[in-house]
Structures are given as structure tokens and as C-alpha cells.
């Protein structure tokens, strides 16, 4: 058995992929028999997931829709959920772990709603300036808790978490008493020339929404990739990230560091908050942060805090969440399920440093047993 184990999961180059497969597949098991306990057909509703989220046609459509629109619309659920994994990845190269990523969704949503969604621009200039507005809120508060972390030693995950209330409550004592839209009781709804979605559009007798911010999720992924990889900023963030002792020995400047990999962070955490409420959604429901932000740990620690690797776990959680709706109504079972299949591989994630420890514990002793039957 243990054997078995070192051979599917052992071997540096590849362990990582190796180990994080291994969660996935055992987190669907474990939702598998979850949905047998209730009396389910497990391959069923991991069907109804795939034809919920686009990746399998349906048995029927409505009108003007087909596969191809479902798809179009989980890339426009997608595009922030990619944003927000590589939020959490950014300051975990740091060794940080931004909890604020809700937090700063919400402010970035929110100014930018405000500055410009209400306002008469043209798209030329209001797209782009909600995107500008996103990546600048969301890196003053990134900073904030970056600096908070350097100035006071006050830890990241507290203060990320107290942000997270404030600008709750702050955005909805705002919106309940300016902005707030008397019928639906959200905020006012964005112009289409500042969404970063093409809402309804229509072309081959088909209606569907456009993400026009995806291909900017793709492109940030791979920078963020680069900047960790090949500069020496990113080494030296890493270098922090692994141990500040030895990287302000070698004369690495811990605090700025610091403070980078947050203002990162949080840029990437507004990029998100932009698409999703000026995107995916349009208009902001007040009193509530979005779960998306949390969700995102999960994605990132799924992802290895790798960007390429978050792109990737994304897509499976989004596939999770976006097509828990089809599935409920399909097999009859509450949508708390994905929630739960999502937890689980949270918590099986959770455990994949123990798992390469374990393995790399196994293959000394398997390399001292072979060495010994040599002798």
C-alpha cells in the first residue's frame, strides 16, 4: 500500500499536480456518497453540474438559448473568480493570508459603481476607467493591511477580517440611504456603458452575455506568473514569504515587501470586485460581502497559490457553483450540496502539505529499505 502511495504521488517534479488531483478526486467521492446517502444518482448530478455550467448540452433550452450560452455565462462567473484566487495567491507568496478579498470586492464594486456606473460617459471611457478605479481601490486598501501588518505587527488575517465589516457596514449605510434602488432594495444599477459584461447580446439567433474582462483575467494570470518566476521583486517576495530572518539578512527589505505583495493583492481583489459587481452582477445587495472572496482560498490553495494552477482550479469551482442551480432543480436536492462538495475539497486542500510530507517521509524510507537489501 505504501508503495502504491509513493508511486501515484511521489517524485518532486510532478507531486504538487499529483497531490492536488488526488484531493479533487477524493472530495467527489466523498460528495458522491453524500449524494447516494440522500438517495441520488451521483453520476447524474455531476452531470446536471457540467450541463448547468455550459460543458454539456441540456435536454431543452428556452428561447434564443443553447450549450453555448450557458457557457458564455459561467466564463462572465468565472472572470472574478479568478481575479479573487489570484488575490489570495499573491499575498501567499508573502506568506500573508488575505481574508479581505470579500472586503475589498465590495469597495472597489461600490466606487466604481458610484464614480462612474451612475454617470452619462461613453463606454470608450467608462469601461476602462471602472477597471482603473478597481485596481487602485482595491491596492489602497491592500496596502492598508500590508502596512498595518509592518507598522504594528497587527496579523493580516485580523485586520483583514475587521476591514471586511467596516466597509460592509460603511457601503451599506450608503447605499440604504443614496443609492439604494426603491424597488429591487440594492443599489442603483450600473449604466451598460461601465459594465464590464455586454449583457444580452445577441448574434446567430442566440441571446448571451459577454465577459469583456476574461482575457484580462488570463493575461493578469500570466504576469503574475512571470513577476513571481523571472523577477527579482518576486524572488524577493517569495524570499519573505519562506523566512524573513534569512531574507532581511541577505538585505531584502521585509516591511516593503510586505506591503508590496498586499498592494498586489489587493489590486487583484478589486479587479475582481469590478467584474463581479460591475460585471457579473449590476448592482450591489447591501449588508451582505461576497462569498465569492472566500471561496477563493479554497480556489488558490487548490491551485498551489500557482497562478496558471489558479486559472484551473477556478474553473472546477466555478463548474461546482454555477451549476449547483441546474442540478438542484434536476435531482431534487438543496444547493447546499455544492457548498459542501466545495468545503470538502477545502478541507482535503487543507491537508496536501501533510500529504507531501507523508509521501516524501514514505519514499526515504522506501530508498533506506531498498539500500539496505542491497547491503
Known amino acids: 500500500m505504501k508503495k502504491l502511495i509513493v508511486k501515484l504521488m511521489g517524485g518532486e517534479r510532478f507531486q504538487t499536480m499529483r497531490v492536488s488531483l488526488f484531493c479533487i478526486i477524493t472530495s467527489l467521492i466523498v460528495g458522491a456518497a453524500i449524494l447516494l446517502a440522500i438517495g441520488k444518482n451521483p453520476l447524474a448530478a455531476f452531470g446536471n453540474l457540467l450541463q448547468g455550467s455550459g460543458l454539456m448540452p441540456k435536454s431543452s433550452y428556452a428561447g434564443r438559448q443553447n450549450m453555448f450560452t450557458d457557457f458564455m455565462s459561467f466564463l ?39 464614480l462612474v456606473g451612475q454617470s452619462e460617459l461613453s463606454a470608450f471611457i467608462a469601461k476602462p476607467l471602472v477597471i482603473l ?141 469590478v467584474t463581479y459587481f460591475c460585471g457579473y452582477f449590476a448592482s450591489i445587495q447591501p449588508g451582505v460581502v461576497p462569498s465569492m472572496g472566500f471561496n477563493a482560498i479554497a480556489v488558490a490553495l487548490l491551485g498551489n497559490s500557482d497562478p496558471i494552477g489558479c486559472i484551473f482550479s477556478s474553473f472546477l469551482v466555478t463548474v461546482i457553483s454555477k451549476g449547483s442551480i441546474y442540478m438542484s432543480s434536476q435531482q431534487g436536492v438543496e444547493m447546499e450540496i455544492a457548498d459542501l462538495i466545495t468545503s470538502v475539497i477545502l478541507i482535503f486542500t487543507a491537508c496536501a502539505e501533510f500529504l507531501k510530507m507523508y509521501v516524501g517521509r514514505l519514499s526515504m524510507e522506501q530508498g533506506g529499505s531498498e539500500e539496505a537489501g542491497e547491503a
Open 76 to 114: 462572465d462567473a468565472l472572470t472574478p473568480m479568478i481575479f479573487a484566487s489570484l488575490a489570495v495567491s499573491a499575498a501567499l507568496k508573502a506568506g500573508l493570508f488575505n481574508i479581505g478579498v470579500s472586503g475589498i470586492m465590495l469597495a472597489s464594486g461600490f466606487t466604481a459603481s458610484v
Open 133 to 273: 478605479i478597481g485596481i487602485a481601490v482595491g491596492a489602497i486598501v491592500g496596502a492598508l493591511i500590508g502596512w498595518l501588518k509592518y507598522k504594528f505587527n497587527i496579523n493580516e488575517v485580523v485586520s483583514s477580517i475587521m476591514i471586511n465589516y467596516i466597509l460592509m457596514y460603511i457601503i451599506t449605510f450608503f447605499i440604504n440611504t443614496f443609492f439604494v434602488d426603491p424597488i429591487s432594495r440594492q443599489s442603483k444599477t450600473i449604466t451598460d456603458s461601465a459594465r464590464l459584461t455586454l449583457s444580452g447580446t445577441r448574434a446567430f439567433d442566440l441571446k448571451f452575455d459577454v465577459s469583456l474582462a476574461f482575457p484580462l483575467a488570463i493575461i493578469c494570470a500570466i504576469v503574475i506568473k512571470f513577476l513571481f518566476d523571472r523577477t527579482t521583486t518576486g524572488f524577493e517576495i517569495k524570499a519573505v514569504g519562506l523566512s524573513r530572518k534569512a531574507a532581511k539578512y541577505a538585505g531584502m527589505s521585509v516591511p516593503k515587501n510586505i506591503i508590496l505583495s498586499m498592494t498586489v493583492s489587493g489590486a487583484l481583489a478589486g479587479l475582481a470586485g
